[in-house]
């Protein structure tokens, strides 16, 4: 499998683990100028490890949708270029503004991830890579509503949630639905669960039709 | 092409260097579609290079986001859930070092007795020596715990009603403020159903009942109010429903016009009469309220429709 450029595997404490470049966050072990990725507590760092193939790149250009509090996205901003970081809750956004200090191309925005009319003046067209990890219910829709700023070889990087959309269906049929519902603006290349770093998590590699 | 559509970009209009103007462009601004921003603000000398261009959007969107995060959580509301949920955590805390306290006590002095009173008479005692002295210094952070607990409590009785006049007088004002905790803002208080409302605090009973493991609670933390807990156990479930009904209108009113409408008071106590009067008598209830309210405060009662 291909990491982008700017994540590898690195020992810390002689366990292999994810780790990019930049200043810590939340307490994680660091060696050198390294720092670990905890994949249990990142969906996208729980991607790399099932080893699906992201085409997530260094340097890449980047929006993404359900930021909270920077754990994920200070990692993303460490190895891409320019990383626009939408949340929606005040309380996490506040850490997130924290992560984006330290770094120089993280734009944070206090915006919801399903009215992307309020930040389509700021978050340019034409980026990389969405990655999306929001927990809310219209999981497929915010995708496909996000699908304008993505070029047209870009990447949607997801992960769902199956309890976000209907906590009493079966994990497996509410990921059926969601993919049927994407069908209609994207081509899924990958999917897996990404169990065990977390239950009940669908991540998913897909491009714009 | 960068021309025509960069008529809705965060920096059209902007003089450079103008960052509260910026951060005000960020926060409010909308467009119908992305453009090639870095690009179109390089055309319109807006900046002088790509780099340039990520610089000023880096500021400008760092500010908007603080002063937007700053003025959410500073909202009174989210003061009010901070107060009340600081005083449970007093609350709380208190009652779990007054049961190490009581337990010690037992060991050492010929004090018996339980709970933050107890707490209180230990910390007034003299101590006779250095062991002595720590178990009555841990008596007194009880008993001042204890004192900030009420002190939160008291601050809450003077915010809560200013800050939701209507969800306070209906609901009293602690519960206002955990209602409005829980619910994550007066604003997410006012746009819930009231079915929601009705529930709020008794999350882990009504997931297992969509699990199907169990009954549908009648309520969460409202089963704290007279209304609930004062009426008979089988108009209980009524009796949260046209609670909530009323609190839920009372906090879109307070959210919407903060204005004080006393016409809800009198219409839920109407409510709260007919379904009483199914008993045939007001207060049948009360009595056995305490005794078992400890399982229905979770909102797992067993007979749930």
């Known amino acids: 499998m291909t990491l982008p450029d700017g994540v590898e595997r690195r020992h810390f404490?002689?366990?292999?683990?994810?780790a990019t470049r930049g200043p810590t966050v939340y307490g994680e072990p660091t060696d050198g100028e390294w720092r670990a990725w905890d994949a249990r507590r990142s969906k996208l760092g729980a991607t790399f490890e099932k080893g699906l193939d992201t085409g997530l790149e260094g340097d890449d250009s980047v929006l993404y949708l359900g930021a909270a509090s920077g754990t994920t996205v200070s990692h993303v901003a460490d190895f891409a270029g320019p990383t626009y970081a939408v949340e929606f809750a005040a309380r996490?956004?506040?850490d997130l503004v924290g992560v984006a200090e330290d770094r120089s191309r993280l734009f944070p925005l206090l915006k919801d991830a399903r009215k992307p009319d309020t930040y389509?003046?700021?978050?340019?067209?034409?980026l990389d890579a969405i990655v999306q990890d929001v927990a809310t219910r219209g999981q497929a829709r915010v995708a496909l509503e996000n699908r304008q700023f993505l070029a047209g070889d870009g990447r949607l990087v997801a992960a769902i949630k199956a309890r976000s959309e209907d906590v009493t269906a079966e994990p497996a049929d509410v990921f059926a639905e969601v993919l049927d519902e994407l069908e209609a603006g994207y081509e899924i290349l990958d999917t897996e669960r990404l169990e065990p770093f977390h239950d009940d998590h669908l991540a998913l590699v897909a491009r714009p039709k | 092409m960068s021309?025509?559509?960069?008529?809705?970009?965060?920096?059209?209009g902007l003089e450079p260097g103008d960052a509260a103007a910026a951060a005000e462009h960020v926060r409010d601004g909308s467009a119908e579609a992305p453009a090639n921003w870095p690009a179109a603000a390089v055309d319109a000398e807006f900046a002088a290079d790509e780099d340039a261009y990520y610089d000023v959007l880096r500021e400008a969107t760092i500010t908007a986001t603080r002063a937007a995060v700053e003025e959410a959580e500073g909202a009174d509301d989210q003061?009010?859930?901070?107060?009340?949920?600081a005083m449970d955590d007093c609350t709380r805390t208190a009652n779990e070092l007054a049961e190490r306290v009581a337990e010690w006590a037992g060991s050492r002095l010929d004090e018996e007795g339980s709970g933050v009173g107890f707490a209180r008479r230990v910390a007034a005692i003299e101590p006779e020596d250095a062991g002595e002295e720590r178990l009555l210094g841990l008596a007194q952070r009880v008993a001042d715990l204890d004192d900030e607990s009420e002190a939160l409590r008291a601050?809450?009785?003077?915010?809560?009603?200013?800050?939701?006049?209507n969800l306070a007088a209906l609901a009293g004002p602690v519960l206002a403020a955990r209602l409005i905790a829980l619910a994550g803002g007066l604003g997410d208080l006012a746009k819930s159903p009231s079915s929601t409302v009705q529930v709020l605090g008794a999350e882990d009973a009504l997931f297992a009942h969509l699990r199907g493991q169990g009954p549908s609670p009648k309520h969460g933390v409202i089963f704290t109010h007279e209304y609930v807990r004062g009426t008979a156990r089988e108009h209980r479930g009524s009796a949260a429903r046209a609670l909530a009904g009323k609190l839920t209108l009372a906090a879109r009113v307070d959210h919407y016009s903060g204005e004080r409408k006393t016409e809800l008071d009198d219409q839920l106590e109407a409510r709260m009469e007919r379904i009483r009067a199914r008993t045939g008598d007001g207060d049948a209830g009360s009595d056995d309220g305490p005794d078992d309210s400890g399982s229905d405060d979770s909102g797992n009662g067993g007979d749930g429709e």
């Open chain 1, 13 to 18: 404490d002689s366990e292999e683990r994810l």
């Open chain 1, 92 to 94: 996490p956004a506040r």
């Open chain 1, 120 to 126: 389509a003046h700021v978050v340019e067209s034409d």
């Open chain 2, 3 to 12: 021309d025509e559509t960069a008529g809705a970009a965060w920096f059209e």
């Open chain 2, 79 to 85: 003061q009010l859930a901070h107060l009340v949920r």
């Open chain 2, 155 to 165: 601050e809450i009785e003077r915010a809560a009603p200013e800050i939701a006049p």
